[in-house]
């Protein structure tokens, strides 16, 4: 596609609820990165996919949070049992990993309100 | 954890100003990247530089690097309102085998026409 694309744009959660974020990155990129942007901070990373292999999770903050990216392309990201802290929007990026000096583009982000 | 430190962190300026904002990190990095975030968008590249660099442009931005203070500046010249957004500086660290991005947390910028 033209850019990376995430879906739902927004998404209203109970707490308590499991969600899944969907990111599809520019078709061919190797490299795949979630962030959460808290209100008025920066992109926090989550964590990062090279294809398939889940190459860094060290940003997930906790294990009610799983990302998969199975064939190498599309990701999910899910989170169980949703706390009102998890409210942030989830940006996806994908870059073409030629070189370390690569951008990242992103997508439009995942607004998540967990009430 | 955020390694970068944007100073300020809102700024308001005329139409027609120019615009500085300054980043500082702490470690080691392979480069140095400004994004800018428009509300309730999301991040868009604005210039790349690379840790052997100094300066870099880019149409009406400017940006510096000095790794000895392990800051960074961005310079936006003649600014227009459309510049409005906020601006964060993300570091790849050299310590990682691969590049993931660490964000600082950004600058305001309200430019008035």
């Known amino acids: 596609g033209a850019g990376v694309s995430q879906s739902p744009r927004y998404k209203v959660a109970k707490r308590g609820q499991d969600v899944a974020l969907r990111c599809d990155p520019i078709s061919g990129h190797v490299s795949l990165f979630w962030y959460q942007q808290a209100l008025g901070q920066g992109p926090e990373f989550l964590t990062y996919f090279q294809n398939e292999a889940q190459l860094d999770k060290s940003g997930l903050p906790s294990d009610r949070f799983f990302a998969e990216r199975p064939e190498g392309s599309v990701s999910t990201l899910k989170i169980q049992r949703t706390q009102q802290e998890d409210s942030a929007v989830y940006l996806c990026a994908s870059s073409s990993y030629r070189s370390r000096n690569t951008e990242a583009f992103f997508g439009q982000g995942t607004r998540l309100t967990v009430v | 954890s955020q390694q970068g430190e944007e100073d300020p962190q809102a700024l308001s300026i005329q139409e027609g100003e120019n615009a500085t904002m300054n980043c500082s990190y702490k470690t080691s990095i392979n480069n140095l990247q400004w994004y800018r975030q428009n509300s309730g968008r999301g991040l868009v590249h604005l210039i790349l530089?690379?840790?052997?660099?100094r300066e870099k442009h880019s149409g009406r931005l400017r940006v510096t690097l000095d790794t000895s203070k392990k800051s960074s500046s961005l310079l936006i010249t003649a600014s227009r309102a459309a510049d409005t957004a906020s601006y964060f500086c993300a570091t790849d660290e050299d310590s990682s085998g691969y590049s993931t991005l660490t964000f600082g947390k950004g600058t305001m910028l309200l430019v008035s026409p």
């Open positions: 530089i690379r840790s052997n660099e």
